[in-house]
């Protein structure tokens, strides 16, 4: 599989990271036209750019799975709560989507992702086949990027931090970890970018779980290279690695994607 | 993957010609018979002109594309063909020859090396110099119409066996460190020479010390200029780290032996081991689209990062096959077996600058830390 960005979607990604450098708001994100992205490819290199920023709100449910101007979800048992908050709600239940009234609030790792339980209304219409694995595609996607920004800010960090009269970054037993954490992000993307092409269940697992893993990996080298400022609510280090724990169980474990991933390549 | 008409009549090609001519299990190439086989079967690759696809046709090969020559890996591998015994000549001195060498060099080295009638050994490590490289003492002194080399090498691949050796040398002890250094070739055989083998983990000699003594070589055998060696010799790093030793055909193929091995023996309760054979299959998988993700990107301290990658995954690609072997996984003796593999793995993180000095490269040129 052969992948490289055009230069559409390269100029798209660079718009969109001076944007977001900018200002998070759900408006940005529609003033870009996120909202009109069609392909799988398209959706992932806005998504790395998402995950880059953090950004808030229910972007994979609004723009990957719904591809509504602003809409949220809950699918259970992947996705058991509505995420966020948006005037239509929807819950997909056996393939049918529904409409779903929030009730209790729920409160997730992520202080910038609110959850809801909900009540089922009116059935609407059946979702399309491939809108689940969207989700999970974007998801992935989003966790690539916010791995690279965990990696970038730590790597800014290790120059800057000084102990022992050097900066930490000059110490091997740092320089490794950071070395690993670029080599599993770097390998993880191909598998998303893959993923992207054929938009089947085997490749958008295998992305999945090595975006997850990857992304996992990154905030827990960001949290221990920062040492003890990384673990303040202070350093805003922390709206990227709670997103990470907050994405790597959702839309599906790392142990319901391995099932399906075996399940296609043992059939 | 984006594969044109004639990529697919490429595949077609070799994997009918492998059918038909692949030969049975050969034994091992670090054994003197085995040598021997293996050099038999690149002549034959030789005479299809597929030992080197990638070449120009006027050295021996085809011209190929590199995703061309992708497609013959992928091909090579899954059919379960022998290990390359000119793999050092092909994939690490050719393209330095190519970046560096003269024409007359090209034309004179490559068609014998594609034809296998000089298969090269890698001298470059010294008993003072493994990972630090500039460390080297062995030394090249002027004389008429050339030099004579003097000093001692060591963990050459198969040099006990091989015909020539490629090598840096100090002939300036004067300069600094990697200025005074010079890449030159030479004669296994010639007056001066001693191989001494050094049998390897599994005792077969697939090692070798080299003891040069006023060994002379001409000037038409230093590659590029003299004391350009270090530079010369990092072109030669960088496609063993990079793809072209390693491409991602191998891997595939053993993930999807790997795939059958598990469908065979494995226990569907054992998650743990079931996680590892889907790591493996995924980390093939990762690899192979990289690569061909980054064919248009020159090769340089990003061949660290692959190194990093595909050296972890050869072992634990092993590791896992030989978990599902169980207690047969220690019948030794079959070459091409999985025990065989898991053995050739183990070096991975060791050759090819370990894997302690690529994290230390990847932090240092690709992610701007200090040293
Ligand atoms: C199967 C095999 C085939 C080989 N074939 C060839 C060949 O054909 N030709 C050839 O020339 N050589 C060959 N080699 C040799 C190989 O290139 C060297 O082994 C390698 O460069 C490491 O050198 P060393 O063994 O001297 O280890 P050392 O350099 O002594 O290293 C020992 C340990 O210290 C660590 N270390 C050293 N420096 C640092 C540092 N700065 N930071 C962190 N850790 C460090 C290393 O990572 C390693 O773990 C082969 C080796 C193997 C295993």
């Known amino acids: 599989m052969k992948f490289?960005?055009?230069?559409?979607?390269?100029?798209?990604?660079?718009?969109?990271?001076?944007?977001?450098?900018?200002?998070?708001?759900?408006?940005?994100?529609?003033?870009?036209?996120?909202?009109?992205?069609?392909?799988?490819?398209?959706?992932?290199?806005?998504f790395l750019e998402l995950g880059r920023a953090a950004v808030p709100g229910p972007v994979v449910e609004s723009f990957a799975v719904l591809r509504e101007p602003k809409a949220t979800l809950a699918w259970p048992p992947h996705v058991p709560y509505i995420v966020d908050e948006a005037e239509d709600t929807y819950a997909i239940v056996d393939g049918v989507r529904h409409r779903a009234i929030p009730e209790e609030?729920?409160?997730?790792?992520?202080?910038?992702?609110?959850?809801?339980?909900?009540?089922?209304?009116?059935?609407?219409?059946?979702?399309?086949?491939?809108?689940?694995?969207?989700?999970?595609?974007?998801?992935?996607?989003?966790?690539?990027?916010?791995?690279?920004t965990l990696l970038e800010r730590t790597r800014d960090y290790a120059l800057q931090r000084k102990q022992f009269g050097k900066t930490i970054g000059s110490f091997q037993?740092?320089?490794?970890?950071?070395?690993?954490?670029?080599?599993?992000?770097?390998?993880?993307?191909?598998?998303?970018?893959?993923?992207?092409?054929?938009?089947?269940?085997?490749?958008?697992?295998?992305?999945?779980?090595?975006?997850?893993?990857?992304?996992?990996?990154?905030?827990?080298?960001?949290?221990?290279?920062?040492?003890?400022?990384?673990?303040?609510?202070?350093?805003?280090l922390s709206r990227w690695m709670l997103k990470v724990r907050a994405l790597v169980t959702a839309w599906g474990t790392e142990a319901y994607h391995r099932e399906r991933l075996m399940a296609a390549l043992c059939p | 993957m984006d594969l044109d008409d004639t990529d697919l009549e490429f595949r077609r090609e070799v994997r009918t010609w492998l059918h038909d001519n692949l030969p049975g299990p050969l034994s091992s190439m670090d054994t003197a018979g085995g040598f021997e086989q293996h050099r038999e079967w690149e002549r034959t690759l030789a005479k299809a002109?597929?030992?080197?696809v990638s070449w120009p046709e006027e050295h021996g090969g085809r011209n190929a594309s590199l995703t061309q020559w992708l497609v013959f890996e992928e091909e090579y591998w899954a059919a379960g063909a022998p290990g390359r015994v000119a793999q050092n000549g092909i994939f690490l001195?050719?393209?330095?020859?190519?970046?560096?060498?003269?024409?007359?060099?090209?034309?004179?080295?490559?068609?014998?090396?594609?034809?296998?009638?000089d298969i090269w050994a890698q001298a470059w490590s010294e008993p003072e110099a493994g990972s630090d490289l500039a460390a080297i003492r062995s030394r090249g002194v002027r004389t008429d119409g050339g030099w004579l080399l003097t000093g001692q090498k060591t963990w050459s691949s198969r040099a006990a066996f091989a015909d020539k050796g490629f090598g840096l040398f100090r002939t300036d002890p004067e300069a600094e460190r990697h200025r005074g250094l010079t890449y030159f070739l030479f004669d296994l055989r010639a007056p001066g020479v001693t191989v001494r083998p050094i049998p390897q983990l599994d005792g077969e000699a697939g090692f070798a010390e080299i003891f040069l003594d006023e060994v002379f070589v001409p000037d038409a055998d230093v590659l590029g200029e003299p004391g350009a060696g270090w530079r010369v010799a990092m072109s030669t790093a960088g496609n063993e780290r990079g793809l072209s030793l390693r491409s991602p055909g191998r891997f595939c193929a053993a993930a999807d032996r790997l795939l059958k091995l598990w469908r065979e023996v494995g226990d569907p309760a054992d998650t743990a081991l079931r996680n590892k054979v889907l790591d493996a299959w995924m980390g093939a998988q990762a690899?192979?689209?990289?690569v061909f993700g980054s064919l248009d990107r020159p090769i340089g301290a990003e061949a660290s990062v692959t190194k990093l990658f595909w050296s972890q995954l050869d072992l634990s690609l092993h590791e896992t096959a030989l978990e599902l072997l169980g207690p047969n996984a220690e019948?030794?003796?079959?070459?091409?077996?999985?025990?065989?593999?898991?053995?050739?793995?183990?070096?991975?993180?060791?050759?090819?600058?370990?894997?302690?000095?690529?994290?230390?490269?990847?932090?240092e040129r690709l992610l701007g830390l200090p040293r």
């Open chain 1, 4 to 46: 490289t960005l055009s230069d559409e979607q390269r100029q798209f990604a660079q718009a969109l990271r001076d944007a977001l450098k900018q200002s998070t708001a759900w408006e940005t994100l529609l003033a870009l036209g996120v909202h009109e992205v069609e392909t799988a490819p398209d959706l992932v290199v806005a």
């Open chain 1, 105 to 148: 609030p729920r409160k997730s790792v992520d202080p910038t992702r609110r959850l809801h339980t909900f009540r089922l209304g009116e059935a609407i219409d059946q979702i399309d086949a491939e809108a689940f694995n969207r989700g999970v595609l974007a998801c992935s996607a989003q966790l690539i990027g916010l791995g690279r």
């Open chain 1, 173 to 236: 037993a740092v320089k490794h970890q950071l070395a690993d954490v670029h080599v599993a992000l770097e390998l993880a993307e191909p598998l998303v970018f893959g993923a992207a092409v054929t938009l089947n269940t085997r490749d958008v697992s295998a992305a999945k779980i090595a975006a997850g893993t990857a992304a996992y990996q990154a905030m827990r080298t960001a949290l221990q290279v920062h040492g003890a400022i990384g673990y303040t609510s202070e350093l805003d």
């Open chain 2, 49 to 52: 002109r597929l030992s080197a």
């Open chain 2, 93 to 117: 001195l050719a393209p330095t020859l190519y970046a560096h060498g003269t024409e007359e060099q090209q034309n004179r080295l490559l068609p014998r090396m594609a034809r296998a009638e």
């Open chain 2, 287 to 290: 690899y192979r689209l990289h």
């Open chain 2, 331 to 363: 019948l030794a003796g079959q070459p091409g077996s999985w025990l065989d593999g898991y053995l050739f793995a183990l070096a991975g993180p060791i050759y090819a600058g370990t894997n302690e000095i690529q994290r230390n490269v990847v932090a």
